[in-house]
């Protein structure tokens, strides 16, 4: 049923359009008629005057096909690229391997997924396979920290299953577990003086930092939580004794009480230097996004077992270390997983994904909603 040649064609028609994140005007113009010219109602959402990005989220519907009570299903992808992303030229080697030609990230991430959900659509309607309504939402601003999906309305979601396209790892894979992510901003501020006059009459935040850091726990905390420190700014002339620093951090884990509790000790231990030292504390923090975690016997995570085993794909479950748009649709209150496309070495210039996988890949989203039906 998958036209290989028609897919691979999509894909470097895809890749090409210029779409760096922040800059979604073109390849959201270039869906936006895709969709049209499938015969599926499409829309725009409104969420870039809240994103700060060049478009908004697209919301495409394919009604139901034939007398059926399969669940309302949506596949979402991210329109949007890393950098450097500009004028890629993809090359097809002849080990089978699709590539940048050396100087530009190739962009299927996650372009190797929007071009899998149009081979759906074209299969679906060539063959007329039952379904129930299917929604796709290709969304701005992934890579800037999920921008787009966070800034989208909730309510213009209709499904009652998700499926992610946009996981590293083999296809078939699936990603049933990814943690929430808490941003972390710190200040310290201490007291100016000459550094080689008087230092002893100033307090140096940057002393005060540097014990407040040794006092954390970072790295990998457990097997569900992480933490780490991003940035470390201030100071400026050798001779004054600095009296400001800002840090920026995050803490992540599956488990909403860990992530709260490393919160909770990476505040203590910054107040505490700054007590040991005279300084005054400034500490903030938010969740960027929620976690989520499907069993084996979620219905999400059993029809897309179901499909991997029709095709003798391994229908391998994992825990992701990362957040994607499937962390903030699971917030919206819709049970997602995030498929594994297949590429390798994403946000490199190395970035790459086989031919063979990129068919696999769009077997496996027919089949999930082949399988939607027959289940």
């Not at 966070?150 to 992610?164: C, P, T, W």
């Not at 992480?226 to 100071?235: E, H, K, P, Q």
């Not at 990362?322 to 917030?331: I, Q």
């Amino acid at each position: 049923m998958i036209d290989k040649q028609r897919l691979i064609h999509e894909f470097l028609e895809l890749v090409r359009i210029d779409s760096e994140t922040k800059n979604e005007r073109l390849i959201a113009d270039v869906l936006t008629n895709k969709f049209k010219l499938h015969g599926l109602e499409v829309t725009e959402d409104d969420s870039a005057s809240r994103s700060g990005h060049g478009a908004g989220n697209l919301i495409a519907l394919l009604p139901a096909v034939g007398n059926t009570d399969a669940p309302k299903l949506f596949f979402t992808c991210h329109m949007d690229t890393v950098l450097p992303g500009r004028g890629v030229d993809p090359v097809i080697g002849e080990d089978g391997w699709i590539t940048s030609a050396g100087d530009t990230i190739l962009g299927a991430d996650d372009k190797a997924g929007v071009a899998a959900l149009f081979e759906l659509i074209r299969v679906l309607r060539e063959t007329e396979i039952p379904h129930g309504q299917i929604q796709f939402v290709i969304t701005a601003g992934e890579e800037s920290g999920l921008m787009g999906a966070r800034a989208m309305d909730a309510s213009l979601l209709d499904a009652e299953l998700g499926y992610a396209v946009d996981s590293n790892g083999e296809i078939g894979a699936i990603a049933v577990s990814a943690p929430t992510q808490a941003k972390i901003s710190m200040e310290i501020h201490g007291k100016s003086a000459h550094a080689g006059v008087n230092p002893e009459d100033g307090i140096s935040a940057i002393q005060v930092a540097g014990k407040a850091i040794a006092r954390m726990k970072l790295g990998r905390i457990d097997k569900d939580t992480t933490a780490n420190i991003g940035s470390f700014a201030g100071g400026g002339a050798t001779n004054v004794v600095t009296d400001h620093v800002k840090l920026e951090a995050e803490a992540r884990s599956v488990v909403m009480e860990k992530v709260e509790a490393q919160i909770a000790s990476m505040k203590e231990a910054l107040e505490a230097a700054c007590a040991e030292y005279g300084a005054k504390p400034v500490f903030q923090s938010r969740i960027a996004y929620p976690s989520f975690n499907h069993t084996d016997d979620s219905e999400v995570v059993r029809l897309a077992k179901k499909a991997a085993s029709g095709l003798g794909l391994s229908g391998r479950t994992f825990q992701s270390g990362g957040g994607s748009d499937a962390n903030v649709f699971n917030g919206f209150g819709v049970p997602t997983v995030n498929l594994s496309v297949g590429y390798e070495n994403i946000h490199t210039t190395e970035e790459r994904i086989r031919v063979d996988d990129l068919a696999k890949l769009a077997e496996f989203i027919v089949e999930i909603v082949r399988q939607s039906v027959r289940g």
